[in-house]
């Protein structure tokens, strides 16, 4: 993913609700959202290059999202970073112990941010400082930088997040196109044609942009409901699946 909004509320009727897009080149070959055969109760998207996921859902109630961090001096790991939510999804650790046992393997990777939990714990890596959040209650967000990083494209979607109550202004959120002023964009190092493009939460362009937009509802009984929208060059809908558990 390369933006994740999400309202965390333990105790309420909807302690997790999440809102996220993924970003990427639109001919890495790619799965929409499905139950994996092999793994029965995880349900992602999958990368088909690495194998990895962005984004899923496993059993009891398991939740796991990554984004990369943009620095285009890091070097690169040597590991996929989809293979961490993967790891999550299927392991009994608690997440303050997943992330713990994380932490002596993370320069293998190139920099992520990774967000696990469920409906009673939720917590945040952040492979380039090494430290483990629980999160507090609130609305978070993070893109391609640190947790709550204040880019204008996460700044709008954690806002708009607050508004949304449905599925239908959650969608609008994830499809805001809206390019901020050039002196509000952040300077990651690519450029300032490629920092415009991509600083809007819906990205869309002839090569790159946003492939899926995913919603998911964490319910305080158990129950989840995940839609994730796909979409192909230029930003056109390509498909959509739910599922609900």
């Known amino acids: 993913m390369c933006l994740i909004a999400l309202a965390w509320r333990p105790g309420h009727d909807l302690p997790l609700l999440v ?75 608690e997440p303050e112990a997943f992330l713990e046992e994380l932490r002596g393997e993370a320069d293998e990777y190139s920099g992520f941010n990774l967000l696990i939990g469920d409906c009673q714990a939720l917590w945040h890596f952040n492979s380039q400082s090494g430290e483990a959040t629980a ?16 880019w204008p494209k996460l700044e709008r979607a954690k806002a708009a997040l607050a508004d949304a109550p449905d599925e239908r202004a959650l969608f609008a959120l994830l499809a805001d196109t809206t390019k901020p002023e050039d002196a509000a964009l952040p300077d990651t190092g690519v450029g300032m044609e490629l920092e415009r493009l991509l600083g809007s939460v819906f990205i869309a362009s002839p090569t790159y942009g946003t492939r899926a937009s995913t919603l ?30």
């Open 19 to 93: 809102a996220a897009n993924r970003d990427e080149f639109y001919a890495r070959p790619t799965a929409a959202m499905a139950e994996w055969p092999q793994m029965p109760g995880l349900i992602a998207g999958r990368d088909l290059q690495a194998g990895g996921t962005w984004l899923g859902i496993g059993p009891g109630g398991r939740f796991a999202a990554l984004t990369n961090i943009r620095d285009p001096q890091a070097e690169q790991g040597s590991r996929s970073r989809g293979e961490l939510p993967l790891r999550f999804l299927q392991t009994p650790l």
């Open 135 to 150: 999160l507090t209650p609130g609305i978070h967000g993070v893109s391609n930088a640190g947790l709550n990083t204040p």
């Open 216 to 245: 998911l509802f964490g319910y305080g009984d158990g129950r989840r409901r995940i839609i994730e929208r796909s979409f192909g060059a230029e930003g056109v809908p390509i498909g959509e699946a739910r599922f609900e558990i």
